[in-house]
T-cell receptor
Framework: AQSVTQPDIHITVSEGASLELRCNYS??????LFWYVQSPGQGLQLLLK??????LVQGIKGFEAEFKRSQSSFNLRKPSVHWSDAAEYFC???????????FGGGTRLMVKP | NAGVTQTPKFRVLKTGQSMTLLCAQD?????MYWYRQDPGMGLRLIHY???????AKGEVPDGYNVSRLKKQNFLLGLESAAPSQTSVYFC????????????FGPGTRLTVL
């Protein structure tokens, strides 16, 4: 069965520093991958998604993610973090066996001034 | 457009009580979903609907029922609440299959005593 692992539960970065959030998946074929963000007290919002083609995907709010098949990873990056990026980030994979998105456990990002 | 709205925002139940959570979307989306979010576990799909009058089970359907009598509304019912159902519940909708962008409501925080 497809699964998603986000190894880092919490990450703290300084404002202006670069960011990389890790996501590893298990899936036999080419996966459909997603990153969602949840701001405090809000629902989730799609940042970006990968289905096929260029392995570097651009999203909203200056985020990008790179699909690496050899490492089964889909890490999220941002070159310069803003205080408003403090939120919880979820990686997800489309689980075609169950017709659903399977979400990772989430990474909570804190931004130091 | 309001997007996806959920009613109520908070609720406290006693074990054995029943309640219904209402989700409404004004985007004319075919697909609607109910998720629960528990700490460290990401989101898990409870039930979903691919159109008016249709519903299907997700990953964790036990103890919940749903109905989609109107395209814009998706109801989640708890017939006999249990403490294990204490969670934050999110409704989402999308215009197409699971791999399309899902738009989430703000959530309902439910506590079962």
């Amino acid at each position: 069965a497809q699964s998603v692992t986000q190894p880092d539960i919490h990450i703290t970065v300084s404002e202006g520093a670069s960011l990389e959030l890790r996501c590893n998946y298990s899936y036999g074929a080419t996966p459909y991958l997603f990153w969602y963000v949840q701001s405090p007290g809000q629902g989730l919002q799609l940042l970006l998604k990968y289905f096929s083609g260029d392995t570097l995907v651009q999203g909203i709010k200056g985020f990008e993610a790179e699909f690496k098949r050899s490492q089964s990873s889909f890490n999220l990056r941002k070159p310069s973090v803003h205080w408003s990026d403090a939120a919880e980030y979820f990686c997800a994979v489309y689980n075609n066996a169950g017709n659903m998105l399977t979400f990772g456990g989430g990474t909570r990002l804190m931004v130091k001034p | 457009n309001a997007g996806v709205t959920q009613t109520p925002k908070f609720r406290v139940l006693k074990t054995g009580q029943s309640m219904t959570l209402l989700c409404a979307q004004d985007m004319n989306h075919e697909y609607m979903y109910w998720y629960r979010q528990d700490p460290g576990m990401g989101l898990r799909l409870i039930h979903y609907s691919v159109g008016e009058g249709t519903t299907a089970k997700g990953e964790v359907p036990d103890g919940y029922n749903v109905s989609r009598l109107k395209k814009q509304n998706f109801l989640l019912g708890l017939e006999s609440a249990a403490p294990s159902q204490t969670s934050v519940y999110f409704c989402a909708s999308s215009s197409d299959w699971f791999t399309d962008t899902q738009y989430f409501g703000p959530g309902t925080r439910l506590t079962v005593l």
